[in-house]
C-alpha cells in the first residue's frame, strides 16, 4: 500500500480520536506537535490504527515508532 493512502487512513484516526484536524501530516510529525496527543490518546491511536489496517502491532514494532514516517514504515511491513 502506498504511503499516501497509509497516512490518509491515519489522519482519518487522528482525527476520529481527537477530535479535531488541527495538524499536519508530515513524516517527522511527532505526538508533541498535535494538541490533545497524550499517553491515553496514544493508546486509542494505536488500536484505532490496528483496526483500520487489521494489523496487529507487536511491542518492537512500537518501539521503533519515532513519528509518523517510522509509523507508516511498519504498517508498509505488515500490509
Same mark, same amino acid.
Do not use: C, P, Y
Given at each position: 500500500?502506498?504511503? %499516501?493512502?497509509?497516512?490518509?487512513?491515519? *489522519? #482519518?484516526?487522528? @482525527?476520529?480520536?481527537?477530535? /479535531? %484536524? %488541527?495538524?499536519?501530516? /508530515? &513524516?517527522?510529525? @511527532?505526538?508533541? &506537535?498535535? %494538541?490533545?496527543? &497524550?499517553?491515553?490518546? /496514544?493508546?486509542?491511536?494505536?488500536?484505532?490504527?490496528?483496526?483500520?489496517? #487489521?494489523?496487529?502491532?507487536?511491542?518492537? &514494532?512500537? #518501539?521503533?515508532?519515532?513519528?509518523?514516517? *517510522?509509523?507508516?514504515?511498519? $504498517?508498509? *511491513?505488515? $500490509?
Amino acid at each position: 500500500m502506498e504511503a %499516501d493512502i497509509i497516512k490518509e487512513k491515519i *489522519s #482519518n484516526a487522528l @482525527t476520529t480520536i481527537l477530535g /479535531h %484536524d %488541527d495538524f499536519e501530516l /508530515h &513524516d517527522e510529525l @511527532t505526538a508533541k &506537535d498535535v %494538541d490533545g496527543w &497524550d499517553s491515553l490518546s /496514544h493508546m486509542m491511536i494505536i488500536t484505532k490504527i490496528e483496526e483500520e489496517f #487489521n494489523i496487529r502491532f507487536k511491542l518492537r &514494532d512500537l #518501539n521503533k515508532l519515532k513519528n509518523l514516517g *517510522s509509523l507508516v514504515s511498519v $504498517i508498509q *511491513s505488515k $500490509i
